[in-house]
Every structure is written in C-alpha cells, then in structure tokens.
C-alpha cells in the first residue's frame, strides 16, 4: 500500500514538473527581447544572425523547439548559456552547491532559534515573559526575507561591521577545494581559518533566510507544546516528580513536534524561494544570484535550467514532507 | 417525511449584526493596522500638498545630506537627501501612492481570481476540482520571488506589469484556502438543510456558502496586500519595476544598498517605511481574522 502511494505521488510529482517545464518554455518565448540581439557584435550580417539562431534552435516552431528541449533535458542536455557561453548544467551544478549550503544553514537555525524560543515561551508560561515573547514574535512574523536581509546589511555590516557585505569567501584565502561544498569541505579539511571567513560570510544570509520560518515555528510548536503539557501522559509525568524543564523536553516536545515539522517542511519551499532575492543582495554567487541575471540578460537556456532546477527542488521538499508525515503518523500509513 | 427542523435550519445561520463594527474597533490589532494604512492613504493621496519639496527636484549642491538631528544637516530637509539632492522624505511619501497603488490592485485581483477558481474547485468537485487543483501544484513548484522577476521581464516593466506578476503568482494563496474553507463549509449541516429542500446548486454556493467565507477572504486579502508591497519593492530593487524617475520605495532600497557606506539613511528610510507598512497589513489582516471569526473569537 505504502509503495502504490509513493508511486502515486512520484507520478504526480513527474507531471507537475512536466507542467512546470511547458509554462516556463511558453512564458520565455513570449519574452519581447531577442536574445541573439544582444550577443551579436554591432554589425553583423543577417547571414551570421540566422547562423547564430540556427545554432540556438531558435529557427524551429515553438512546438519543435519544446520537443527538441525536452528530449535534451531528459539526456541531461540543458544546452549552452547564452549570455555565459558555457554549459548549462555545469553552470547549474557549479552554483547550487552554494545555494543548497545556505539553504539548509538557514534551515538548521531556523528550527534551533525557533525550537529554543517556544520551549522557553513554555517554560515561562504565565509569567510576564510569555506575552512579551508572543508580542515580539507577532511583530517579527510579518518581517520578510527582504526586509531582514537590508536590516541585517545595516546592523552587522554598517553600524557594527562585524561580518562581510558580500561574496561567499575572501578572494585571497581561497585553498583548491575539491568540492564545491566549502563550508563543509573546509570543516573536514580541518582548514579553520577558511571555515570561519566562509561562516563570516555566510552568517547574514543564513539569518536573513532563517529569522522567517523560526517565528513560523516558534508560534506553531510553542502552541503545540502547551496543548501537550495538559495532556495526562505529562501530568502522569509530573506526578512521578519530573522537573518542568524535563517535563517539556522529554515528555512534551517529543509529542510536540510532529506538526511543527511538517509545517517547517512546507515552509522550507519559502525559505527556498527566498534565496533568490537575498543571495542578491549579499553578491552570494548561487542560483538565485545567477537567476536574476539571466532574466535581466534574456538568457533563455539558463533560465529554463534554472526553473527546472528549483522547481525539482520544491517538488522534492513536498514529497519529503509528505513521506515524513506518513512516517511521524502511523495513522496515515494505513490510511 | 418532512421534518420542521430541516425547513428551518437554513435559517439558523449565524445572522450578520451591525455590533460586529464594535468587535472589530475592540481588536486593537485592526485599530492599529487599520489606522496606519488609513493614514498611509491619506498621504498617498495628499501627497503634493503634504511632501516638503518635489520628490525629483536634483540639486548637486545638497547631495547625500544626513537627516535633520545630525551634524551637516540643512534645514528643510528632514529625512536628509540622496546622492543626487533629492529630498528623502518628499520620495517616501510618493514612494507610498505606488506602494498602495499595488497592494489593493494586486491584492483584490488574486482574490477574485483565486476566490471563483477556490469555491468552483471545493463545490463542485470531480475534474473541475482536479484540473483547478493541478494548476495549483505546478504554480507552487515555481519560486515566487523568480516568477515574478520572469513575468515583468516577459511584460515589460511597469506598475501595470508588476501587478499582473503579483495576481498571477499569488491567486493560488486564496484558491487554495478558499477550497478548503468551501470543503469545510460543505460538510456542515445548513448546507445539508439547504440542499435537502432543494435550492440550487449555484445558488447555495453564492448564497450560502460564500458569504461564510468572506471574513476569511477579508483577512487574507489585508495579509496579501502586504506581500504585494513586499514584492512590488523586491521588483523596484531588481530594478525591473517602475521607470527609475518615478519614486518607489524599492528603488530607494537599491539606491540605499549601494551607496550605504556612503549615506546609511539611503537604506534605512524606506526599510523603516515598508516594515512599518507590511506590520500594518499583517497586523490588520490577524486581527479582522481574529475579530470576524467566530470560532477563534470564543
């Protein structure tokens, strides 16, 4: 039962990123803007401009030029960027190394600084830091990615300037690292001092990224936490003279935590589109950064490699979410 | 056969009063985000009259002078000037008539859209449901922030364009709540009444269900006008909304982001303003919910 249901969604995950793959085909050739206008040289022969086309497949009707896509995509053909001219996928994967180290960094602070917040708003239930804690964290729900990212520049880059404005890594201490993973790489190399300028670097955007989805989970598990705490199973717990703090890091948490989980999973497609916007403005050369180049350049190869790309990611986070639901409740396993 | 309490129960709806206003003005989350946004459109709307100086009036002479309460100030420019010596705060406050401009556009389109396409998915069912609900899983697979820079690039920028980017993006947030709530409110017993003495199909949706869902369509289209704000100065920054001589609070911000070592309040002028402005809507938009709702409210 439990495959036939994987396979269900495996399947409708496939024609959602089939739809995904014709909307961005159909958007991108409706783009005003010749592509090949802008990497002629200024006088170039219509001789050498229907070659250009040719080369790019942009001579063929639109339904040839899809299918002729498609059947590449499938080889793991993505094509060559136009205003890069280089390989597609290997510009992909020589970038999203990056984007996926800041995404799951933000991740993981998201669910520490979101986690800690709402055990001690439940620890400090009823005495006045409880509504100070709900009060700061409404207000700091409606802030954005966006907005976090420029306060963040402002107060730890401008007025106290303890971390870098830009970039992924000091220029002058790059080591050859043999995966495109430097904080990880740097970390088991053992090459600290390239850890701590990757983390410097790294520290704004995962905060911007994090600070978000932590008071989406601070609200959610905090909420959960308390139902929990009233629950026999914790008074049980109580009465053998558990402490409090045990009491809810053992007994309440552990109930707790499965829908706040699953609500972090689905939040994470968020945190993941967020990436485009602030690896802008921290010049942190992931996909995001290159994605909003590539529309300003009308880079057509790019861009489609680029959408299929975060499309699979999201895709791929849905399906995990899903499949850790059904794990967490064995209710919808047999369902 | 036929039971009285059936016949009556259609009735039995919780009646709409005119003391829900009271309830609402007791909410201090509305009075406060409500407020603001209503003194933001008053200012939007008076801008020439209220805004100390034109908003693009160059002068060389006074460019990048901090704001007021620092030393070089000069008098009359109170939130300080850019690079370029335009005044700050006559750009904030008609940054704020594009801002607004988009957040009820925007914000009222994805909701009819999204609202029609939500209460045919949830009523209805079958394949008009699969279809509609399809549509909705390939547009969440999309990055939002990356589809709307593709959409305005695809229309050419544009406060028309942005908001065209933001409706066909964010229809899916209403759709998606709105089917819910239509599934929720289909399985209860006054549509149960209704359909059993025999009203219409269509009828029930547009008079029985429907006016349920509005105090949650309220309060989501208060929380989506603040996104839009959000988007709208995301697109400013990029550089791909409005034509760079009209002000907007967003390329403000990217003007800010690059000169910031050189003049801090650049940045943190229009921050403050769309923080404050994205709160009030989100505030507003909890608060309606909260207030409109009556099984939150007990």
């Known amino acids: 039962m439990i495959a036939v249901s994987i396979l269900n969604r495996l399947i409708m995950a496939a024609v959602t990123l089939f739809g995904v793959a014709v909307i961005v085909f159909v958007l991108l050739r409706v783009v005003p803007g010749d592509p090949i206008a802008m990497m002629i040289a200024p006088g170039a022969s219509p ?44 510009l992909l994967l020589s970038r999203l190394p990056a984007t996926l180290e800041l995404a799951f960094a933000a991740l993981i602070v998201a669910m520490l600084i979101g986690g800690t917040v709402a055990v001690i708003g439940t620890l400090f239930r009823r005495t006045s830091l409880e509504p100070a804690i709900d009060t700061t964290n409404g207000v700091l729900l409606a802030v954005p990615d966006f907005v976090w990212a420029l306060a963040l520049v402002l107060m730890l880059g401008v007025f106290i300037p303890v971390f870098p404005l830009s970039g992924r890594i000091d220029p002058t201490l790059s080591i050859d690292f043999v995966t495109p993973f430097y904080l990880l790489e740097s970390l088991v190399r053992f090459r600290f001092d390239v850890f701590f300028d990757v983390a410097a670097h790294i520290v704004m955007p995962v905060l911007a990224l ?5 008071t989406v989970i601070t609200r959610i598990l905090k909420e959960t936490l308390l139902e929990a705490m009233v629950q026999d199973y914790v008074l049980l717990a109580r009465l053998k003279g558990m402490s409090e703090t045990r009491l809810v890091l053992q007994e309440a948490l552990r109930n707790a935590v499965g829908p706040a989980l699953s609500l972090t999973g689905v939040q994470f497609t968020f945190l993941v589109g967020g990436t485009v916007i602030v690896e802008r403005i921290f010049a942190y050369p992931g996909i995001g950064n290159m994605a909003i180049d590539a529309v300003i350049n009308r880079d057509l190869p790019l861009i489609q490699g680029l959408v299929l790309v975060f499309g699979s990611i999201f ?11 059904a794990a967490l409740n064995p209710r919808l396993c047999h369902g | 056969m036929a039971e009285p309490v059936i016949v009556i129960a259609p009735a039995t709806k919780p009646p709409r009063v005119p003391s829900q206003l009271r309830g609402l003005l007791a909410e201090q989350k509305v009075l406060f985000g409500g407020g603001f946004i209503l003194l933001l459109v008053v200012i939007a709307t008076l801008a ?39 005044d ?3 750009r904030l406050i008609y940054g704020s008539r594009i801002a607004l401009l988009v957040a009820f556009a925007s914000a009222s389109l994805a909701a009819l859209i999204g609202t029609v396409l939500g209460l045919l998915a949830g ?6 449901d699969r279809i509609i609900s399809r549509i909705v ?3 969440m697979a999309f990055p939002p922030v990356l589809l709307s820079i593709l959409l305005v690039a695809v229309f050419g920028s544009g406060v028309h364009s942005v908001i065209a980017a933001i409706v066909i993006i964010d229809w899916t947030r209403f759709c998606r709540v709105v089917r819910a709530e239509t599934l929720a409110q289909a399985q209860l017993d006054y549509i149960t009444a209704a359909r059993t003495v025999g009203f219409p199909r269509f009828r029930i949706l547009t008079r029985e269900i429907f006016p349920n869902i509005v105090p949650v369509l309220i309060a989501l289209v208060s929380l989506e006008m603040g996104i839009a704000v959000v988007v709208e100065a995301i697109l400013s920054f990029v550089g791909l909304s409005v034509s760079s001589d009209t002000p907007t609070w967003g390329g403000m911000i990217a003007q800010g982001r690059q000169l910031i070592h050189h003049a801090w309040w650049l940045l943190v002028a229009p921050l403050i303003a ?11 938009g909890g608060g309606l919910r909260r207030a409109l709702d009556p099984v939150l409210k007990r």
């Not at chain 1, 009707?61 to 001219?85: H, P």
């Not at chain 2, 009523?123 to 008009?128: K, L, V």
């Not at chain 2, 769309?274 to 507003?284: D, K, P, S």
């Open chain 1, 47 to 90: 001789a050498d401009i229907a070659a250009l086309r040719a080369k790019y497949g942009l001579d063929l009707s639109l339904t040839a030029q899809f299918g002729v896509w498609i059947e590449a995509v499938l080889i793991g053909d993505f094509g060559t960027s136009i205003s890069l001219r280089r390989d597609v996928l290997e």
């Open chain 1, 210 to 214: 994090a600070l978000p989805l932590a």
């Open chain 2, 123 to 128: 009523w209805y069912g079958g394949w008009t």
């Open chain 2, 274 to 284: 769309l923080f404050a402005t994205v709160l009030a809507f989100n505030q507003l």
């Open chain 2, 48 to 86: 020439p009259l209220i805004a100390p100086k034109d908003p693009l009036e160059q002068d060389l002479m006074l460019g990048s002078l901090p704001p007021a309460w620092l030393d070089g100030a000069e008098p009359g420019y109170y939130l300080g000037t850019d690079d370029l010596g335009r």
């Open chain 1, 315 to 325: 895709i791929v986070i849905n399906l995990a979410v899903d499949l850790l639901a």
């Open chain 2, 137 to 139: 899983d390939i547009w």
């Open chain 2, 88 to 90: 700050i705060l006559s």
